[in-house]
């Protein structure tokens, strides 16, 4: 299966992919670009619903599976729906918004999900998760409605959060070197909707406060890119933090909300870097 990406004014390719913000590496990453991973895998490509992508899935196993959102919300419940029933690790994202026609399904089918199911013994198939805030400033409980947070530690939510922004240096506007993580390390991003805290991702009742200075993300990140023979989900809000470009020997791409696995355990986050490798045996 050839898999392919491409940034949302562009029209699409053939096989399994979907929109992604722009290419790390790429000249101009923001151009009409489509680029496809060198390796044709093999595999079994889905799309669907939620329901009609969980209900596809053939018996067997695998060794990962690519997960592409098309912004549906509700991501959580079927990733970790989709974990257990693959029992592989997951990566991916949800796929870019064109911003001409605000069509939002940029991916294979069109669908709320594609799924390509890795199943390739000629290479070892490695996913690889990481979180850039490695600053675990301090514990908090958080008060929620949905995913908009209404407190923390019992004050009100904004005026906690720009307070805390205040006192590192950060501006009002700036969203992504401050921002909570659930207690397994996947990020939130946070902005402000309708005058209350919003969070791009599920909330839980304790989280964690995490920094990512603004003088090292720009390595931390590069490192992360700095690989071979791999597909890199890094997300769009990241991008932001860079103060020079990206370069990467893989296909490095920015999505909108990341699909996170630790050994056991995936989920969807923000703010966050994800991979997956395949190595020729």
Not at 105 to 134: K, M, P
Request: aromatic fraction near 10%; include cysteine.
């Amino acid at each position: 299966m050839n898999l392919n990406f491409y940034t949302p004014s562009y029209s699409g390719a053939d096989g399994f992919g979907g929109a992604t913000f722009g290419f790390a590496g790429a000249e101009d990453e923001s151009h009409p670009l489509c680029k496809s991973f060198p390796e044709d895998i093999k595999g079994i490509a889905l799309s669907g619903t939620y329901q009609e992508v969980l209900e596809s899935i053939p018996q067997g196993s695998f060794q990962a599976a690519i997960v592409l959102l098309g912004n549906g919300g509700d991501e959580n419940s079927f990733i970790r729906a989709l974990r257990e029933k693959v029992k592989a690790p997951l990566v991916g994202g949800s796929g870019a918004i064109c911003p001409k026609t605000g069509k939002s399904a940029l991916i294979y089918g069109g669908n709320q999900a594609a799924v390509f199911l890795v199943n390739d013994d000629r290479f070892d198939v490695t996913v690889i998760c990481e979180n850039a805030h490695r600053d675990v400033l301090s514990h908090h409980a958080i008060t929620f409605d949905g995913r908009y947070i209404t407190a923390i530690d019992g004050e009100d939510a904004v005026s906690w959060y720009n307070q805390k922004r205040k006192s590192l240096g950060l501006s009002a506007d700036d969203f992504e070197h401050l921002t909570f993580s659930d207690t397994d390390g996947i990020n939130a991003h946070l902005s402000i909707r309708d005058g209350r805290l919003f969070s791009g991702r599920d909330l839980s009742g304790e989280m964690l406060l995490r920094y990512l200075p603004k003088d090292v993300a720009q390595a931390r990140i590069q490192n992360f890119y700095d690989d071979e023979n791999a597909i890199i989900f890094g997300c769009a809000g990241l991008k932001q933090t860079l103060t020079a470009g990206i370069k990467t020997k893989s296909l490095g791409l920015f999505m909108f909300g990341e699909v996170c696995s630790t050994e056991h355990h995936s989920d969807f986050g923000n703010l966050m870097l994800s991979k997956i490798k395949f190595i020729k045996k």
